[in-house]
């Protein structure tokens, strides 16, 4: 456990301003200059989605002279009802209770697939797969997106932001193509055509599984897993005898699969950057500086002397992603991109109007009324969170961690949880006390072998381990949607980390629950976080096997005796 101080003050430095933009109730935003967007959206009634708001939104981007119509019209968006699922007696009940849930918040759009200008065998394949309806965010970035744009796109954990990049590759690259994109430069037979970035392999492999799934049996070998800790050698052997069109993987592989001249990526089309925000880290630089110089460069592209980074001077359509978009991103994301578009589900701006000096927020499900930030006027704020997350804290003694958790899993009747820590010898001795008290518990962290690691995932993913004991490495994109509830046995080290670890439970419309569980001197930590994010942390107990909410002065009066 670290001392309190050194928490405390990773928290503070690694907790820089993010970038606010969505504020008032009832606003009506403008953008000028070669931009144009109004929406009008009321906040008051819950989370920002189309659907749930059931309002008028017209949208369109023009540049100068009106051209480059990306969205237009008027629709009134009404819920679906074919939207509304069940999903079973795994979300949190703070009475304990079973009862079946709505995805009530479910955030789909407007808009159908097929009017989002995907070709015809794509939306087939969607929709034998079971996705009818875009999410919003899918709806705003793959018209963009087709439209050849640069973009970074911002949207909460959970709401869909894989398909909304894969979908606009699949309709140019591969099998489920449009006729029209076979006009396009003919390609060298090994070239790749899309790479994707992730940081981890689990989200590596997550992403191939989904492109796998789209293209089907037949075709799956168009997509390339790259990650670190496979056989490198075997990588190797797929990418001569398969030629895919796809690679995805983590930094290291690739770049250093590239560097060996076995990777041929310089007429590349589309280089994907998931998380971008975590591959801006340190460790990744290297390889990330490398993937940029690469792929997508064509060689002669680009004059010697040109004033143009090598990374802008090539035709590559460069797509960068994340729940959380600090400005060290903005920063890159410019420098790497041409003219870049910040997509969000209810606006697209260009990267460029965000201004990257000015303090910057993040937030979660509640959209804020507060206007008391000077910067607030002009920058909205990021929603990185999912509205409908419960979010709660309990107070215990370091020893007694372990047990609050396994008492809060049974008040909640928790199916599927996700307990992270930060250090790995912390992490073991927890699962060995949940295993002793009979809870299927297993560990995930970083020292277990590539194998191991997938062989407890899968059993996570599959309802065989009740409670997933790990860390950071779990927190960034991994989508499992039964998860019901999230616990913090160690505080995260600031709000963007709270902000990924809590987005693993609460998936695309489905309710989950947060428990942070801390001592008494990180309670205001907790409070901090609860700032940054603008969401409510709640204190709560567990009485008579059920969960209860506890006033903070009733909780202070207990503490004091
Ligand atoms: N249009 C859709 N209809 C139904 N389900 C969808 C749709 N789009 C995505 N999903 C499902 O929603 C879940 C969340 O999607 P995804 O993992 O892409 O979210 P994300 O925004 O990338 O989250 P994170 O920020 O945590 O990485 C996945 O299970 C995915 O299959």
Same mark, same amino acid.
């Given at each position: 456990?670290?001392?309190?101080?050194?928490?405390?003050?990773?928290?503070?430095?690694?907790?820089?301003?993010?970038?606010?933009?969505?504020?008032?109730?009832?606003?009506?935003?403008?953008?000028?200059?070669?931009?144009?967007?109004?929406?009008?959206?009321?906040?008051?009634?819950?989370?920002?989605? !189309? *659907?749930?708001?059931?309002?008028?939104?017209?949208?369109?981007?023009?540049?100068?002279?009106?051209?480059?119509?990306?969205?237009?019209?008027?629709?009134?968006?009404?819920?679906?009802?074919?939207?509304?699922?069940?999903?079973?007696?795994?979300?949190?009940?703070?009475?304990?209770?079973?009862?079946?849930?709505?995805?009530?918040?479910?955030?789909?759009?407007?808009?159908?697939?097929?009017? #989002?200008?995907?070709?015809?065998?794509?939306?087939?394949?969607?929709?034998?797969?079971?996705?009818?309806?875009?999410?919003?965010?899918?709806?705003? =970035?793959?018209?963009?997106?087709?439209?050849?744009?640069?973009?970074?796109?911002?949207?909460?954990?959970?709401?869909?932001?894989?398909?909304?990049?894969?979908?606009?590759?699949?309709?140019?690259?591969?099998?489920?193509?449009?006729?029209?994109?076979?006009?396009?430069?003919?390609?060298?037979?090994?070239?790749?055509?899309?790479?994707?970035?992730?940081?981890?392999?689990?989200?590596?492999?997550?992403?191939?599984?989904?492109?796998?799934?789209?293209?089907?049996?037949?075709?799956?070998? !168009?997509?390339?897993?790259?990650?670190?800790?496979?056989?490198?050698?075997?990588?190797?052997? =797929?990418?001569?005898?398969?030629?895919?069109?796809?690679?995805?993987?983590?930094?290291?592989?690739?770049?250093?699969?590239?560097?060996?001249?076995?990777?041929? *990526?310089?007429?590349?089309?589309?280089?994907?950057?998931?998380?971008?925000?975590?591959?801006?880290?340190?460790?990744?630089?290297?390889?990330?500086?490398?993937?940029?110089?690469?792929?997508?460069?064509?060689?002669?592209?680009?004059?010697?002397?040109?004033?143009?980074?090598?990374?802008?001077?090539?035709?590559?359509? *460069?797509?960068?992603?994340? =729940? *959380?978009?600090?400005?060290?991103?903005?920063?890159?994301?410019?420098?790497?991109?041409?003219?870049?578009?910040?997509?969000?589900?209810?606006?697209?701006?260009?990267?460029?109007?965000?201004?990257?000096?000015?303090?910057?927020?993040?937030?979660?499900?509640?959209?804020?009324?507060?206007?008391?930030?000077?910067?607030?006027?002009?920058?909205?704020?990021?929603?990185?969170?999912?509205?409908?997350?419960?979010?709660?804290?309990?107070?215990?003694?370091?020893?007694?961690?372990?047990?609050?958790?396994?008492?809060?899993?049974?008040?909640?009747?928790?199916?599927?949880?996700?307990?992270?820590?930060?250090?790995?010898?912390?992490?073991?001795?927890?699962?060995?006390?949940?295993?002793?008290?009979?809870?299927? =518990?297993?560990? #995930?962290?970083?020292?277990?072998?590539?194998?191991?690691?997938?062989?407890?995932?899968?059993?996570?993913?599959?309802?065989?381990?009740?409670?997933?004991?790990?860390?950071?490495?779990?927190?960034?994109?991994?989508?499992?949607?039964?998860?019901? %509830?999230?616990?913090? %046995?160690?505080?995260?080290?600031?709000?963007?980390?709270?902000?990924?670890?809590?987005?693993?439970?609460?998936?695309?419309?489905?309710?989950?629950?947060?428990?942070?569980?801390?001592?008494?001197?990180?309670?205001?930590?907790?409070?901090? #976080?609860?700032?940054?994010?603008?969401?409510?942390?709640?204190?709560?107990?567990?009485?008579?096997?059920?969960?209860?909410?506890?006033?903070?002065?009733?909780? %202070?009066?207990?503490?004091?005796?």
């Amino acid at each position: 456990m670290p001392s309190l101080a050194a928490t405390t003050s990773r928290f503070l430095v690694g907790d820089y301003g993010y970038l606010r933009l969505f504020s008032n109730l009832q606003r009506t935003v403008y953008f000028h200059g070669s931009f144009q967007s109004f929406c009008r959206f009321d906040f008051q009634n819950g989370p920002l989605t !189309l *659907t749930s708001l059931g309002v008028k939104c017209e949208s369109e981007i023009t540049s100068g002279n009106n051209q480059n119509k990306l969205q237009q019209g008027v629709s009134t968006v009404e819920f679906p009802k074919r939207k509304v699922k069940k999903v079973g007696s795994r979300g949190a009940q703070l009475v304990g209770a079973k009862t079946s849930l709505d995805i009530e918040a479910a955030p789909f759009a407007a808009k159908a697939f097929p009017e #989002l200008g995907l070709p015809h065998l794509l939306v087939k394949r969607l929709k034998e797969e079971g996705y009818e309806v875009p999410t919003d965010v899918q709806a705003a =970035a793959i018209p963009t997106i087709l439209k050849n744009n640069d973009v970074l796109i911002q949207s909460y954990t959970g709401s869909g932001k894989t398909l909304a990049y894969l979908l606009p590759i699949l309709s140019k690259v591969g099998p489920l193509r449009n006729d029209s994109s076979d006009g396009d430069e003919p390609r060298g037979k090994t070239d790749i055509e899309a790479v994707i970035v992730a940081p981890s392999r689990e989200l590596g492999m997550q992403i191939v599984r989904e492109v796998e799934k789209l293209l089907g049996p037949a075709d799956k070998r !168009l997509v390339q897993q790259l990650v670190g800790g496979a056989n490198r050698a075997r990588q190797e052997d =797929a990418l001569k005898k398969n030629k895919p069109a796809i690679v995805v993987g983590t930094p290291g592989r690739i770049a250093e699969i590239s560097a060996a001249g076995k990777l041929h *990526t310089h007429s590349c089309r589309y280089l994907v950057l998931d998380e971008v925000d975590e591959l801006l880290a340190f460790n990744f630089r290297e390889d990330i500086h490398r993937i940029l110089e690469h792929v997508g460069r064509r060689s002669g592209a680009g004059s010697k002397g040109s004033n143009r980074s090598p990374a802008r001077r090539n035709e590559r359509q *460069t797509i960068m992603v994340s =729940a *959380t978009v600090p400005f060290a991103v903005i920063r890159a994301a410019s420098s790497w991109a041409r003219d870049p578009l910040l997509v969000q589900a209810q606006s697209i701006v260009p990267l460029s109007s965000v201004c990257s000096t000015s303090p910057v927020k993040l937030t979660g499900g509640r959209t804020s009324n507060s206007t008391s930030t000077s910067d607030s006027e002009n920058l909205p704020t990021v929603q990185s969170l999912p509205p409908n997350l419960q979010h709660y804290y309990h107070v215990t003694r370091i020893q007694h961690k372990v047990d609050a958790l396994r008492r809060c899993v049974h008040a909640l009747d928790a199916k599927s949880v996700m307990a992270f820590m930060n250090h790995t010898k912390q992490l073991k001795d927890a699962v060995f006390k949940l295993e002793a008290r009979g809870m299927k =518990a297993a560990e #995930l962290h970083g020292d277990l072998s590539k194998l191991a690691r997938s062989t407890i995932l899968k059993k996570f993913r599959k309802g065989e381990v009740r409670v997933l004991v790990t860390n950071e490495l779990s927190a960034r994109g991994l989508d499992v949607p039964e998860c019901d %509830l999230v616990v913090n %046995l160690e505080l995260p080290t600031d709000s963007v980390h709270y902000a990924h670890r809590a987005g693993r439970t609460g998936r695309l419309g489905r309710k989950g629950t947060v428990i942070t569980i801390c001592e008494e001197p990180e309670v205001f930590v907790v409070r901090k #976080l609860e700032k940054k994010l603008n969401i409510p942390i709640q204190a709560c107990d567990v009485t008579e096997g059920k969960l209860v909410v506890i006033e903070e002065e009733k909780r %202070l009066k207990a503490v004091s005796q």
